[in-house]
């Protein structure tokens, strides 16, 4: 056990290292430690928190839902708080979760697993049927808006099909893009490289020739690799594409923002705003959504046991990169809505859903890649 004093020290250490973490990742897409290493610290800290509850405080990262809303996007506040996800980092830790969770609904539940989709979140408004907006996260109450961008994405109805759309509903969502549009979208950056070369040799040409010095053509292209360097992964890649501003930008910059929108897709996860939906699961959520033209993920399966939620951890394990988006984990739902509402949530996460991380893979490869990005 840690004294109290060097605790202290260490919480007041890891909140700063973390909240820094998370305004780079949240608002600069930028990814500064691994998701493991950060992982690690936020665990760390709840460990701390846990063993010194005098040391616990409403604003810690352990509490709160991380993010914000970055300078230059119009605030938006969500109808229902978006919350984050527990995590369980093993089998007998999501056992356990499962176990408690049953022994407080006070009866034996479905599960509803899924991937978890390595994105970012969005939140849609839906007014009788019409898109009146789109968000990012944020903080949980409060996200950013992005209706332009979210219209332009492949799946994502401005006016939802069917009938009985109730008054209001916020669709919530992952938007990701998907490992091959990645690649797709990295060797367009890369064709973008000489042709601004090209473009600084026009300028360049077009100065008197006796002030110009010479073209030094390594010089520009190391410049245009800066403009339009490789993304390190597709979730900082699809959070930047969501939340940038098409409308300021012109020439080669417009081209590779552009691809970068259309690049997006979406799976709906849940929904919020909506006191009573007319069905009793969030698989049945997900049929209502999916007959409403929403996209719903292929990869939800219902179980009835905890051996069949883990029989689906092992299975994605196996075969995680046979999906075409990445993920860092899997979801598990309790399916039945009214355990929901009884079962509550704490102030970042419901108590009804967890997320199983999976162990990083090929780590040195991926921090090598981040290193590069920043
Ligand atoms: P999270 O990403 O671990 O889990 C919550 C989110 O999962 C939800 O908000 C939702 O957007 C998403 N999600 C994906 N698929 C889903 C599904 N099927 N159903 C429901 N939700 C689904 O939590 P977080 O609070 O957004 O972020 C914390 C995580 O982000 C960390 O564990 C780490 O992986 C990463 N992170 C990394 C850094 C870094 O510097 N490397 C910094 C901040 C956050």
């Not at 040799?201 to 339009?228: H, I, M, V, Y």
Request: charged share 30%; glycine share 8%; with cysteine.
């Amino acid at each position: 056990m840690t004294t109290f004093d060097d605790a202290r020290v260490r919480v007041e250490e890891l909140r700063e290292l973390v909240s820094g973490y998370q305004a780079a990742y949240y608002e600069r897409d930028a990814q500064l430690v691994s998701d493991a290493e950060y992982d690690d610290l936020v665990r760390e800290l709840d460990e701390l928190e846990r063993e010194h509850p005098e040391l616990q405080s409403q604003d810690s990262p352990t509490q709160t839902v991380g993010g914000g809303v970055a300078e230059g996007l119009r605030p938006i506040e969500h109808a229902e708080r978006m919350l984050s996800l527990d995590n369980v980092f093993s089998i007998d830790e999501l056992r356990e979760w499962c176990a408690k969770t049953e022994a407080s609904a006070g009866r034996r539940v479905d599960w509803l697993t899924e991937l978890k989709i390595d994105g970012l979140a969005i939140a849609l408004r839906y007014e009788h049927g019409k898109l009146v907006t789109a968000a990012t996260r944020g903080d949980g109450r409060t996200g950013e808006e992005v209706t332009q961008n979210a219209l332009q994405i492949d799946g994502i109805p401005a006016v939802l099909a069917g009938e009985g759309h109730p008054p209001i509903v916020e669709v919530r969502g992952e938007v990701f893009i998907p490992v091959a549009a990645f690649r797709e979208l990295n060797e367009f950056q890369a064709s973008l490289r000489p042709r601004a070369v090209e473009e600084y040799r026009a300028r360049w040409e077009a100065r008197p020739a006796a002030s110009r010095g010479a073209f030094d053509e390594d010089a520009e292209l190391a410049r245009a690799t800066k403009r339009f360097p490789d993304f390190a992964n597709p979730r900082n890649a699809a959070s930047g594409g969501l939340r940038q501003q098409l409308e300021k930008k012109s020439g080669l910059e417009r081209e590779a923002g552009e691809l970068r929108l259309h690049s997006l897709q979406m799976y709906v996860h849940g929904i919020g705003a909506w006191p009573s939906p007319p069905v009793a699961s969030q698989s049945q959520v997900y049929e209502l959504l999916a007959g409403w033209g929403l996209p719903v993920t292929p990869y939800a399966k219902v179980a009835a046991s905890v051996d069949e939620v883990v029989e689906f951890v092992e299975q994605y394990g196996a075969e995680r990169h046979s999906v075409e988006h990445e993920l860092d984990g899997i979801v598990v739902k309790v399916d039945e809505l009214d355990l929901h509402d009884e079962l509550g949530m704490t102030s970042r996460a419901p108590r009804w859903a967890i997320a199983f991380k999976y162990p990083p893979e090929e780590v040195h490869t991926k921090l090598l890649d981040i290193a590069a990005s920043v």
